[in-house]
């Protein structure tokens, strides 16, 4: 036999239950955005320091090039 205070209980449990499915759903809805504009802002990052790693290798290959050429050329 179900009494009163049984039927309550289940009740207040179920809108708890609810309660924290919502807030659940609303933590889970602010934090996707996050993530994908931390990725697109790593992406950035990572774009931005490979470009000028590739600019700055091909700077350091042309000076290399640059003193091999004009070294003078050592007899073994």
Do not use: F, H
């Amino acid at each position: 036999m179900i009494t009163w205070k049984d039927y309550y209980s289940e009740t207040q449990r179920r809108q708890d239950e609810i309660a924290q499915a919502t807030q659940y759903r609303v933590v889970q809805s602010i934090l996707e955005p996050c993530e994908s504009n931390i990725t697109k802002l790593s992406i950035r990052i990572l774009d931005a320091v490979g470009t000028r790693l590739v600019q700055w290798g091909s700077q350091l290959q042309c000076r290399c090039a640059e003193m091999a050429m004009s070294a003078p050329k050592r007899a073994i």
